[in-house]
């Protein structure tokens, strides 16, 4: 009976153990956002951490967004050690390239591996470590550019038991967003392949194109200068800030579908970020995102939704242009432009709000090199006393020149809108100046035929060089030459791409204030 017992005993014992060592190796990955909030911190409450969040098998690489480890332990205050490996089975040696592992509730998750202890929770024993996503997809010397996702591993020992756990990661590239310009829509980018186009999209990346063409003519009760009608606006003629809201919540939504598998792994993953890609007022738009007061919210763990942004023929520094269709002068060329609901606004009075707010033009104004700025472009600038809320955008500038070929089919080639301007408004010192020898002197020479040059990489130097493009669709419309600045032909949709590619630690990028 005695050796029955004893038996029994042992048996029972093995059981324990095997339970104790099986609940140690029960393991979750979770995205904390946004159950496991305290304001823009993870939380630190175990019963929270225990049963809350959202299982992720995968993380975007964009440096902020987290997953919460959670493990099983066989008792409080068991000793555990997490370890991040990476993709050559070796204990990770660059939190940039891998990412980085800490404890819950630590100010800063920056190591390789960590110690901690297990806490006791209302389901039971648990460890908990946090791990933030690589700073980029992309590593340094391109081995990474034609993927769309890989992986690390995290490691976990328990002292307590022979539990030694591994599980893997699996990193994806931030979701792109596509923000159009000035007067501009979402089928601005139907050419921007191969990153975007109605012919299919690279499938290394998930692309999303944000859309502030919505219309607010009923809206305005006044405009500056004024028109006859406006019934036909859109937001895209309203300045930076009023649309930065707006592009702000799109990219949020973005995300959020994007985190629930709307990716190219097709998994569920902890995102907090986008990579932008801005053309013309789009960019500043995008620039201008730091400045509202919601946009370092909890759900973005205080940095903003915005991890790198590309902008594409931006006006950093204005346009002369700008100035001139709100000059008294060149009224006729501006309320010509208006036939087409492309209004010239400097500031707008909205009815239901009973407030003025400022006009794309007003906000693009600037000579292109730095003066007679605008309060929105200063507002831009370093030694602006206007706070941002989070670090600013890391930023790079692809830039268009058009070629004396493209000028000169002003007169070689004119188009009907062309002709009716220079016919129609021939006291207008604008339609006067479209001529393939004015027009230059207009825009100081080098120029997309809308944005000087220097403008457009903001005085400081290109990320690839310079397209032979024109603006936009409308610079055609115009009368200048083919092709525009996201026509595929310009190589634009590749060097996008190939910054897509470019760690954020590369000195192409600049932190602009």
């Known amino acids: 009976m005695r050796t029955l017992l004893a038996i029994v005993f042992?048996?029972?014992?093995?059981?324990?153990?095997?339970?104790?060592?099986?609940?140690?190796?029960?393991?979750?990955?979770?995205?904390?956002v946004p159950d496991l909030l305290n304001g823009p911190a993870i939380t630190t409450d175990p019963n929270a951490l225990a049963t809350g969040g959202t299982a992720v098998q995968g993380v975007a690489a964009e440096g902020v967004a987290e997953i919460v480890l959670r493990v099983t332990a066989?008792?409080?205050?068991?000793?555990?050690?997490?370890?991040?490996?990476?993709?050559?089975?070796?204990?990770?040696?660059?939190?940039?390239?891998?990412?980085?592992?800490?404890?819950?509730?630590?100010?800063?998750?920056?190591?390789?591996?960590?110690?901690?202890?297990s806490v006791s929770t209302s389901t039971g024993p648990m460890a908990f470590a946090i791990y933030r996503a690589p700073l980029d997809f992309a590593r340094a010397g391109g081995g990474d550019d034609s993927l769309t996702q890989r992986a690390i591993t995290i490691q976990w020992t328990a002292s307590n038991s022979a539990d030694n756990s591994s599980t893997q990661v699996t990193i994806i590239r931030p979701l792109v967003a596509l923000v159009h310009g000035l007067w501009g829509e979402p089928s601005d980018w139907n050419d921007f392949g191969p990153l975007y186009s109605t012919a299919g999209n690279d499938p290394r990346f998930a692309v999303r194109t944000a859309d502030y063409s919505f219309d607010i003519g009923e809206s305005l009760a006044s405009t500056t200068p004024s028109y006859d009608i406006v019934g036909g606006a859109k937001a895209n003629s309203l300045g930076f800030a009023y649309n930065a809201g707006q592009v702000a919540?799109?990219?949020?939504?973005?995300?959020?579908?994007?985190?629930?598998?709307?990716?190219?792994?097709?998994?569920?993953?902890?995102?907090?970020?986008?990579?932008?890609?801005?053309?013309?007022?789009?960019?500043?738009?995008?620039?201008?995102?730091?400045?509202?007061e919601n946009f370092a919210s909890a759900t973005t763990l205080g940095q903003g939704n915005v991890h790198k942004l590309v902008t594409v023929d931006t006006p950093h520094l204005g346009s002369p242009l700008a100035l001139a269709l709100l000059a008294n002068a060149n009224e006729c060329a501006r309320d010509t432009l208006a036939t087409d609901d492309l209004y010239s606004f400097e500031s707008v009075t909205i009815d239901e709000l009973n407030i003025i707010i400022s006009g794309a033009m007003g906000d693009l104004s600037g000579n292109g090199a730095g003066g007679a700025l605008s309060y929105a472009l200063a507002a831009l600038q370093p030694g602006s006393s206007i706070p941002i809320f989070t670090p600013q955008i890391p930023t790079a500038y692809i830039a268009g020149v058009m070629s004396q070929t493209q000028l000169n089919d002003l007169t070689t080639n004119p188009t009907l809108t062309e002709e009716f301007l220079t016919s129609w408004c021939s006291d207008d010192p604008l339609a006067q100046d479209?001529?393939?020898q004015k027009w230059p002197n207009l825009l100081s020479n080098q120029s997309?035929?809308?944005?000087?040059?220097?403008?457009?990489?903001?005085?400081?130097?290109?990320?690839?060089?310079?397209?032979?493009?024109?603006?936009?669709?409308?610079?055609?419309?115009?009368?200048?030459?083919?092709?525009?600045?996201?026509?595929?032909?310009?190589?634009?949709?590749?060097?996008?791409?190939?910054?897509?590619?470019?760690?954020i630690t590369d000195s192409v990028w600049t932190v602009l204030r």
């Not at 014992?13 to 095997?18: A, E, G, R, V």
């Not at 609940?23 to 990955?29: H, K, L, Q, R, V």
């Not at 409308?474 to 032909?489: C, I, K, M, N, Q």
């Open 10 to 32: 042992a048996a029972l014992t093995l059981l324990t153990i095997c339970a104790h060592r099986a609940a140690a190796a029960s393991f979750a990955m979770i995205d904390p």
């Open 74 to 117: 066989s008792a409080a205050n068991e000793s555990f050690t997490f370890t991040v490996i990476n993709d050559q089975n070796q204990p990770s040696t660059s939190i940039n390239d891998d990412g980085a592992i800490g404890a819950a509730g630590s100010p800063t998750i920056d190591q390789s591996s960590v110690n901690l202890a």
């Open 249 to 292: 919540q799109q990219i949020d939504s973005f995300v959020a579908a994007f985190k629930a598998g709307a990716n190219p792994a097709g998994i569920a993953v902890a995102a907090v970020q986008a990579d932008v890609v801005g053309h013309s007022m789009g960019g500043d738009v995008t620039r201008t995102m730091p400045l509202l």
């Open 434 to 436: 479209l001529t393939p």
């Open 448 to 503: 997309d035929a809308i944005v000087p040059y220097t403008s457009q990489v903001n005085n400081a130097s290109p990320a690839a060089t310079p397209a032979a493009a024109v603006h936009s669709g409308g610079a055609e419309t115009l009368g200048f030459g083919a092709p525009d600045a996201l026509d595929s032909v310009t190589g634009n949709p590749d060097a996008v791409i190939n910054l897509l590619n470019t760690p």
